[in-house]
Every structure is written in C-alpha cells, then in structure tokens.
C-alpha cells in the first residue's frame, strides 16, 4: 500500500487579475473533492500517522490519505477548514510565517504571481490548531533555500519559523515543506538539525514504507483538475 498526500495553495474563487488561476480551487470544487474521498472511504490522517507508516508501523485504516496547503492563505481558514470539518476531516497547512497576518507580496516579489492575498492571521491558526489541523512551517521568507548562501539565513529560516509556531500554537511544530519544493541534501540535513521530524516536497509520487522522511513526495491538486483527474490522481497514481 501506498498513502497519497495532497497539496493544495488557495481555496478560493479565483480573482480576474490572478496570474496562476491554477493555485485556485474552487470551493464547490474542493467539497466535490472532499465528498468523493469521504464516499471512498479515505481516512484523513496527520502527518504524525503518515511518519508512523513510514517506519514500518502498521495503520489501522484502509484508505488513509494526508491533505496538505502550502503558504497559509486566509481562504484555507474561510472556505477550506468549514467544508473539511464538515466531512469530519482534518488537514495540515504549511505556513510562511513571514506573512501572518498579512496581504501576500510574496509571490508578486518573486515576479510569478501578481495577485495580491490575504494569508491567515493569529486567532485562525489557533483556532484550526485547537480543533485538530495540524500547523507545520514553510520557513519565514518563502527563499529558494536551496540557492542560500549563508548558512546563518537558512538556520533561521528553519528555527525562527518553528519557534514562531510553537509560540503561537503551544504546540511542537515538526514538519516542514519546502517552499516552491527546492531543496538539496544541505537543506534536507539542516532541516533534521532544526528538530524537524519530516519534511515534504512537491516530487511527484505517493508515499512508500522506507521513504525519507525529508522527502516525502505529494501529488499537486489544482484548479484545472476536474473530478475523474482528481480520482485519477489519488487512484491510479504511484
Ligand atoms: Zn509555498
């Protein structure tokens, strides 16, 4: 058996300006998505369980799948948390705390995107924390961290962002993803070094017993996909 795990950015209409329109997934689109798993039978698991398969350690549920959101966008609070806890589901979500509480200029500094966006504040990581989501970083800068040359930003990168977390949410932060999904040995080796218990990519794959922990592949849900992809994603892909 072979567990899927699921990325997500926005959940979200998508705006007329946005340049990915793809990082979108239409709310009506993300509870299509999460009914169909639901019918299924998949078992929403955390990233803690997803470790546990990893080492050997036998899961006590048929079809358990991981879903994922990077950056921390204010819509995964708005649209995305209602619908999965209404389908008894739980998720973890990637936060770049550089941005929390902020409008985004993340992506319109790195020239990519030019929407600008809300990303969650305060009060909605420690509400979704306290109600079973899991919070997990996606460093502070949302850097290349495999084009870093100094090994101090990196560290801090790493550390400053699980300590803002742990700080916030009272809880330990142990996984990490790696933003835009660059990484190296440096930044796999640092990031076991940060006290990180795992860390995920965006490699294309699900994941298999005897993985590393520091490269856990996921399978990329966007706004593009329709319903049979979805299916052909989480069903037929290896
Ligand atoms: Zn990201």
């Known amino acids: 058996m072979k567990i899927p795990v699921l990325y997500y950015h926005k959940i979200d209409y998508p705006k007329s300006t946005a340049v990915l329109k793809g990082l979108y997934v239409k709310p009506k689109q993300f509870k299509l998505q999460m009914k169909v798993l639901k019918i299924l039978g998949y078992r929403t698991i955390?990233?803690?369980?997803l470790?546990?398969?990893v080492k050997g350690h036998k899961l006590p549920f048929k079809?358990?799948?991981?879903i994922t959101f990077d950056d921390g966008y204010k819509n995964n609070y708005t649209y995305a948390y209602p619908i999965l806890k209404s389908f008894d589901f739980t998720a973890t979500i990637f936060i770049s705390s550089g941005c929390i509480g902020k409008t985004n200029t993340i992506m319109e500094k790195n020239g990519k995107e030019?929407?600008?966006?809300d990303f969650l504040d305060k009060k909605?990581?420690?509400e979704m924390s306290e109600n079973g989501i899991t919070i997990a970083s996606h460093g502070i800068n949302h850097y290349f961290l495999n084009e870093l040359t100094d090994d101090g930003v990196l560290a801090g990168e790493l550390l400053a962002s699980k300590a803002i977390l742990e700080d916030l949410t009272g809880k330990k932060i142990d996984f990490f993803s790696y933003p835009y999904g660059a990484y190296n040995a440096k930044v796999m080796r640092e990031t076991k070094n940060a006290g990180y218990k795992g860390a995920f990519t965006t490699n294309k794959g699900k994941i298999a017993v005897g993985d590393n922990s520091y490269e856990?592949?996921?399978?990329?849900?966007?706004g593009h996909n329709t319903i049979l992809n979805f299916l052909y994603k989480i069903i037929f892909l290896h």
């Open 63 to 66: 079809k358990p799948i991981l």
């Open 216 to 222: 856990l592949k996921r399978i990329s849900i966007n």
């Open 51 to 53: 470790l546990l398969f």
């Open 46 to 49: 955390t990233p803690y369980e």
């Open 124 to 126: 909605n990581i420690i």
């Open 114 to 117: 030019n929407q600008a966006e």
